[in-house]
């Protein structure tokens, strides 16, 4: 199954990082999601196919400064949201 998803915006309120941390943010998301995906597949509502303007992905609790495990708390956090689009 060939899945193709696009983020368009992310919003974070309150953060301030670096270029360089933002990259690592959205390269961490970015592969967390795959990995979700790829080993638990696509909810079956979602199956054959949907846009959607808005997918509201649950609060997240930010602990330290670290972007790489934010990225990961985004995908899992976008991720179950996903169950309820």
Do not use: W
């Amino acid at each position: 199954m060939k899945i193709n998803l696009h983020i368009d915006r992310l919003v974070l309120n309150g953060l301030d990082f670096t270029s360089d941390q933002q990259h690592l943010l959205q390269t961490s998301a970015v592969n967390e999601l795959t990995r979700l995906l790829s080993e638990g597949g696509l909810a079956p509502h979602l199956a054959g196919g949907i846009a959607l303007a808005r997918l509201s992905a649950g609060d997240i609790q930010v602990t330290g400064n670290c972007p790489a495990q934010l990225g990961r708390q985004i995908a899992q956090s976008v991720y179950g949201g996903m169950d309820h689009a």
